[in-house]
């Protein structure tokens, strides 16, 4: 859905007029939240997506979206949730229906409603949080973090620890993007509207975000903040900076390999291009 569908227009309104005067948004408000959870439901079955990438490429939010959100935790008290011997106490409920949508949750994990989960998503123990979209056959490994809003595409892997980082405020603020095929190694943080493109793979431990530099080692070009190309090999790096207090390096990410469109590393041969470049594997 890449704009708005004639039979959500009415939806956004209503939300949109909520949200222009959330000061008096209450918590009981019933009608409100009647409106505020038709677009939740929306999220949750994966009918609408808070943020996608349009026909030339760029990401287009969806506020109205984001906004139903904010409400959502205005409009909802907070309640006690019991899962076998855990109890919770939250504002949302978590997903239901996780077999019969087709997907695999490990004890440990859990996603919050508002969250879409695709056919074939496996989710070891990990988090998904509300409005974040998680594509067909992607698997998000232990202890890795999807936040609020994060769109994940098909067929990726998020390795272990892994963090996605979130945003909901301002509404038109651009969340994380991770494109089909991406391959995430662990323990990297991909935040603060970052973007990993179709099939890059992005070496361990690696920050991705708009305030770090991303640098073409053959070329020495400086590429988009925060954003990793498609189908290359991205890693963590530093560069050496002069300051009036001395002589410091401060991080980067490093494309070290291009690869061909739809060119896929196995994980030896993706090994052996890291440990190429002096990379921990």
């Not at 019933?30 to 808070?50: N, P, Y």
């Not at 440990?108 to 989960?117: H, Q």
């Not at 990726?156 to 980082?165: E, K, W, Y």
């Not at 009036?244 to 090994?271: A, Q, S, Y």
Request: net charge negative; aromatic share 6%; glycine share 12%.
């Amino acid at each position: 859905m890449t704009g708005m569908p004639e039979d959500y227009k009415a939806l956004a309104h209503a939300v949109e007029d909520l949200y222009d005067h959330i000061a008096d948004v209450r918590t009981g408000d019933k009608e409100a939240t009647e409106t505020v959870e038709s677009a939740i439901d929306l999220l949750d079955r994966g009918v609408v997506r808070v943020a996608e990438i349009d026909g030339s490429g760029s990401v287009v939010v969806h506020e109205w979206l984001k906004k139903a959100i904010l409400l959502l935790f205005r409009l909802r008290a907070i309640e006690t949730i019991e899962v076998g011997p855990f109890e919770y106490a939250d504002r949302l409920p978590l997903k239901h229906g996780l077999a019969a949508a087709g997907v695999r949750v490990v004890p440990g994990a859990s996603a919050r409603w508002g969250s879409f989960l695709a056919p074939g998503v496996v989710l070891m123990p990990s988090y998904v949080n509300i409005g974040a979209y998680v594509g067909e056959q992607t698997m998000v490994d232990t202890w890795a973090t999807v936040a609020s809003c994060a769109q994940i595409g098909a067929r990726v892997h998020l390795s272990g620890g892994v963090g996605i980082g979130g945003v909901l405020e301002p509404p038109n603020a651009v969340p994380v993007v991770v494109e089909d095929d991406a391959f995430v190694g662990s323990r990297c943080m991909i935040v603060e509207g970052a973007r990993v493109g179709q099939g890059a793979v992005v070496g361990a431990g690696t920050i991705v975000s708009p305030s770090i530099p991303v640098i073409d080692v053959e070329t020495g070009e400086e590429l988009s903040r925060g954003t990793i190309p498609p189908w290359s090999v991205a890693v963590s790096g530093s560069r050496r900076r002069e300051f009036p207090g001395g002589e410091f390096f401060l991080p980067c990410v490093l494309i070290i390999k291009r690869m061909k469109e739809g060119e896929r590393h196995d994980k030896i041969t993706l090994n052996a291009v890291l440990r190429e470049h002096g990379v921990s594997t």
